[in-house]
């Protein structure tokens, strides 16, 4: 298996597949473990940079669910080949920076990958689509246990695993859900409901754009702390939470399409409209323009449209997927006229 | 519309900073728009406010506490106010008292509850009824059985005076 071959398949959370798959675009599990007593990753010298790295992809290959992975060393991808890792959520934008000694593996089907020496010497990563939380800690609890035979974690009986930043140590778990609410936002109620929900100690945030402010409607929401209670227990609080998160907007989908139905119906056809006919557009307009026809999908208001194909646009119409589309570096101008090509090909 | 800081390239980025409640709204060009984000991300993140937190309960004068350096792996305290990062797993024993109400201003506890690594290099039997017992106490408070949690608090800390504080 190839990099590039991954451009060719839809990742996990492109499917639209799985449970509450309407509203929950993906859910992900991430563990963090640290081999005991070398330096983390930020404060290790090469020499044990490069120790660690090869403990880890000797860990690596001995396990069975990770033996066919895809094992790319950071510091020989181009840059464009890192953003579309980072696009495709299998790395942080973090683990792009400072590339020597860091590597990144990937399961063929895009479900785990492991960062090798980001913030921590493995950081491992579980991707489900739709609302599939448990399912993700399931398998990424199976893959830890596996790779913790060939490892010895940084662990003490009163703190748990041992992370290099405090806010991870505990259990380091860490399980998130991408919500898609746009109702919510239509109606000005994500203040008000994302509030609560960080009182309930969730983080939320917009997967695209800053804070609250998010474009295209879309928003993570994970677990803040790791520490004090079990690993089952934190991810079934979340899914709790989301559950209420998820009919408040199948409420709100319900009411609008009662009440305001002229003005969503009109605000559908004209996103559907603008990206049909477009010749150069932004990438925050598409997504925003994006979220509104996938509601329009959800919805029933555009009936011959694949909700598969919007979220494959939302991946698609991102700079380095562009890039690698073309096969080529692209100026930001010559992207929004790439950009809008694709997505009336696409729509045609 | 033209970068505002190179004047040169076509402005495809927008920035708003607020600074001193000033807000500014910059157009940038892609490059500048990269250096200017490597500024911007330096200004404040978490480190910034684990840094805040990171001297309560401190009962040492800050002074000493800051030049404490690990043995294992010749991190200071210091540098853990300035990153928010530590410096090895072993690091969190040599810095214990700090850290332990930072971590349960973060997690609202400081004692795990959950997982146990296959390989661990201290008696793992001592470790998995230590574990066995706190998953109790929480049952039994949840529970309202007080009786109960209390006898089982007084064994977890049985045990973990035999663990010599580790624990």
Redesign the interface.
């Given at each position: 298996m190839k990099l590039d071959d991954l451009l060719q398949q839809d990742s996990e959370w492109v499917k639209g597949t799985g449970p509450n798959s309407n509203i929950v675009m993906s859910s992900r599990t991430r563990l963090a473990r640290?081999l005991?007593?070398?330096?983390?990753s930020?404060?290790a010298n090469k020499k044990q940079l490069a120790e660690i790295l090869a403990i880890v992809e000797g860990a690596v290959r001995s396990t069975n669910f990770l033996k066919n992975s895809l094992l790319l060393k950071i510091k020989d991808l181009s840059e464009v080949d890192r953003l579309f890792l980072v696009e495709r959520h299998l790395m942080s934008l973090d683990h792009t920076k400072n590339p020597e000694y860091k590597a990144l593996v990937i399961d063929p089907k895009e479900v785990v990958s492991v960062m090798i020496n980001e913030?921590d010497h493995l950081r491992i990563q579980v991707l489900q689509s739709g609302f599939n939380l448990m399912e993700a800690w399931r398998i990424i609890?199976e893959i830890?246990?596996e790779l913790?035979?060939h490892?010895?974690?940084?662990?003490?009986?009163?703190?748990?695993?041992?992370t290099?930043?405090?806010?991870n140590?505990?259990?380091a778990?860490r399980g998130s859900v991408m919500l898609h609410l746009p109702a919510l936002v239509f109606t000005g109620q994500t203040g008000k409901v994302l509030q609560a929900t960080a009182k309930l100690?969730l983080n939320v945030r917009g997967l695209y754009g800053e804070g609250t402010e998010a474009s295209g409607n879309f928003f993570q929401v994970s677990n803040q702390?790791?520490?004090?209670?079990?690993?089952v227990d934190i991810i079934d609080n979340i899914e709790r939470i989301i559950n209420q998160i998820i009919s408040r907007e199948e409420t709100t989908q319900k009411a609008l399409l009662g009440k305001n139905k002229e003005a969503v119906v009109d605000r559908v056809w004209r996103a559907y409209g603008t990206l049909k006919s477009a010749h150069i557009i932004?990438s925050n307009e598409t997504i925003a323009l994006l979220s509104t026809i996938r509601l329009g999908v959800d919805l029933g208001i555009v009936k011959n449209l694949d909700k598969m194909l919007v979220n494959e646009l939302l991946i698609l119409t991102q700079p380095a997927h562009l890039q690698k589309l073309e096969g080529k570096l692209l100026?930001?101008?010559e992207r929004d006229v790439k950009r809008a090509d694709l997505i009336r090909e696409k729509l045609k | 519309m033209l970068c505002d800081i190179c004047g040169a390239k076509?402005a495809?980025v927008h920035l708003t900073e607020i600074i001193n409640d000033q807000v500014t709204k910059l157009n940038l060009c892609?490059e500048c728009a990269k250096e200017k984000g490597t500024e911007m991300e330096e200004h404040f993140g978490?480190s910034d406010l684990?840094a805040g937190l990171s001297d309560m309960g401190a009962t040492i004068e800050p002074e000493a506490v800051a030049a404490v350096k690990c043995p294992?792996?010749g991190?200071s305290y210091q540098?853990f106010r300035k990153?928010?990062?530590?410096?090895?797993?072993?690091c969190?024993?040599v810095f214990k008292k700090q850290?332990t109400p930072?971590?349960k201003r973060?997690?609202?506890?400081?004692?795990?509850?959950?997982?146990?690594?296959?390989?661990?290099?201290?008696t793992p039997k001592?470790?998995i009824t230590?574990?066995e017992l706190r998953?109790g106490m929480?049952k039994a408070i949840q529970m309202e059985e007080f009786e109960e949690a209390a006898r089982l608090r007084d064994k977890i800390r049985e045990l973990?005076k035999k663990?010599k504080g580790?624990?």
């Open positions: 640290n005991d007593k070398f330096p983390f930020n404060w913030e609890d830890d246990t913790s035979k490892l010895t974690y940084g662990y003490s009986a009163r703190w748990g695993y041992l290099a930043c405090p806010t140590t505990g259990t778990l100690g702390a790791s520490m004090g209670r079990p690993e932004t100026s930001a101008n | 076509e495809t892609e978490l684990l294992n792996c991190f540098d990153t928010g990062r530590l410096g090895c797993s072993e969190y024993e850290l930072l971590l973060i997690h609202g506890s400081d004692r795990h509850i959950g997982k146990i690594p296959l390989k661990i290099g201290k001592d470790l230590l574990q998953m929480e973990e663990g580790d624990a």
